[in-house]
């Protein structure tokens, strides 16, 4: 082997795999033997897929050596992957992070996002530790213990995608998925300093996932380059018609166009709201990300606080309608943080939620005018670097304040609205924090090539952990 599996990017592995100086059997080997050994300090995954692992790439090195077309074994070939714990697995009970689903029959067939990626040659490893029924920002789980920062186990990875930002952050493997809702791509990208992608609304299919709010659930992908998080992304584009909001637009591949480079766009840095809390980490990040683009501009979105409280209202009320039978029959079963929000979503007028719904179109109508003057708008991802593990308040702007409830201030007014949003790692010291790259609606194009270009100039990066 002249590559390392465990360290080297998605593309270097299925270039090597492609090439054959590593065979895909080789690659899953080394990263089944890296999880064994390192999975107890991060608490990442909670099911390893090893038969399955190994078969798939026994029948991918059986391809290559068969001849033909080096492309005919995929883009991702060879390439392990994992996914939170509610895309469906064949074999296994799509858990939710929650206690409960422990006991429903294993998945028959796997999410339409891991078929396409092992279409494109990639490698299921297993699934991935997350806060129950994806209603947390923390990545703690009380069923199956916090996920942990690789950067320092005492802190928390962010949720609800812990344990998939902590599998990529911890050099377990190359790229995971996990779902946004209100932040929980971006939120853990951030905290575990690496880049995440929250597409539009609609654009990657949700079909055999486990839902908390159908109308602001997302799909995507974490990883360690920006090059590779435009890999999984292509190979994951197109319609399905198993999910109703799956668009039916064509694939619109962005990774052989990442390096064309930023000249034109008209970048612009949100200002108000996205400044206001944010400790001094968190400040100096997106300082550098917009002196690196030259980004004087300074721009409004308007009602973004508004717009966090309305998202609040929606995501209480139909995750409570989501969980009525469970909370009257098996309410003890629940993570009691998770269930008294959602017992209190349960019991909001239906008028405060009609107002936030029309709320929420006007609100989209004027955010999206800001895009007729600037491609790409710059925030922060979360107000602070990851907290400790178990820490319940932390001070934003001198107010002390829950820590589970406010750490994704800055991702829930976009992803409101469903817009395309690149978190990436600004590597500071002791810990590394992110920013956000917004984009325009079906404009993931734009927000890769800005990510890029800060990777190149290196600006922005996926530390290292320690050890």
């Known amino acids: ?31 089944l033997a890296a999880i064994r050994t390192r999975n107890k300090a991060l608490n990442a995954f909670t099911a390893v897929t090893e038969e399955r692992a190994r078969a798939k790439a026994a029948a991918l090195d059986a391809r290559r050596a068969q001849g033909g077309a080096l492309g005919a074994l995929g ?73 942990r920062n690789p950067h320092d ?14 599998a990529v952050a911890g050099r377990l493997v190359p790229l995971s998925l996990g779902s946004d809702t209100n932040g929980s791509i971006r939120v853990p990208a951030s905290l575990c ?6 597409p539009t609304y609609g654009r990657l299919a949700r079909a055999r996932t486990f839902p908390f709010v159908a109308s ?52 612009a840095v949100a200002g108000g709201y996205f400044r206001k809390g944010a400790a001094p980490e968190a400040l100096t990040a997106l300082e550098r990300v917009a002196t690196a683009l030259s980004a004087g501009r300074e721009i ?52 405060l939620v009609n107002k936030a719904q029309k709320f929420r179109r006007w609100y989209r109508a004027r955010v999206l005018e800001l895009f007729t003057d600037v491609d790409v708008i710059l925030a922060p991802a979360t107000p602070c670097t990851a907290p400790l593990i178990g820490q319940q308040t932390f001070l934003l702007d001198g ?22 949003v690149v978190a990436v790692p600004v590597p500071l ?8 790259i917004i984009a325009a609606p079906w404009r993931e194009d734009a927000a890769l090539k800005v990510a890029r270009a800060l990777e190149r100039a290196g600006v922005v990066a996926a530390p290292n952990p320690p050890g």
């Open 429 to 436: 010291k002791p810990l590394p924090i992110g920013v956000q």
């Open 300 to 351: 409004e979105i308007p009602e973004a606080a508004r717009a966090r409280a309305a998202a609040y209202v929606i995501t209480a009320t139909e995750g409570a309608a989501l969980h009525l039978d469970r909370l009257r029959t098996r309410a003890h079963d629940f993570d009691p943080a998770v269930r008294d929000r959602l017992i209190a979503g349960a019991m909001v007028p239906a008028t």
């Open 153 to 166: 186990t005492l802190r928390m990875t962010g949720g609800s995608s812990g344990g998939s930002g902590g």
């Open 75 to 147: 883009p991702l070939a060879g390439v392990p992957f994992a996914v939170k714990n509610l895309f469906d697995v064949t074999g296994l009970p799509t858990l939710a992070g929650s206690k409960i689903n422990r006991e429903h029959a294993p998945a028959a067939r796997d999410a339409t996002l891991i078929e396409r990626l092992e279409a494109a040659g990639g490698v299921l490893v297993g699934a991935l530790n997350m806060g129950e029924y994806a209603y947390d920002f923390t990545g703690e789980n009380v069923h199956d213990g916090p996920s």
């Open 216 to 267: 602001l659930d997302h799909l995507g992908p974490f990883a360690r380059t920006v090059s590779d998080l435009a890999l999984a992304y292509d190979a994951m584009q197109g319609h399905d018609p198993d999910d109703p909001v799956c668009v039916e637009l064509a694939a619109e591949p962005t990774l052989a166009r990442i390096d064309d480079g930023i000249d034109g766009l008209k970048i």
């Open 1 to 31: 082997m002249t590559l390392n599996p465990v360290t080297a990017s998605a593309a270097e592995i299925a270039n090597a795999v492609r090439a054959g100086s590593i065979t895909a059997r080789e690659t899953i080997d080394a990263v």
């Open 399 to 420: 107010v002390e304040l829950p820590v589970r409830a406010n750490l994704g201030i800055y991702t829930q007014p976009i992803s409101f609205i469903g817009l395309p």
């Open 193 to 198: 300093g690496i880049f995440g992608l929250k």
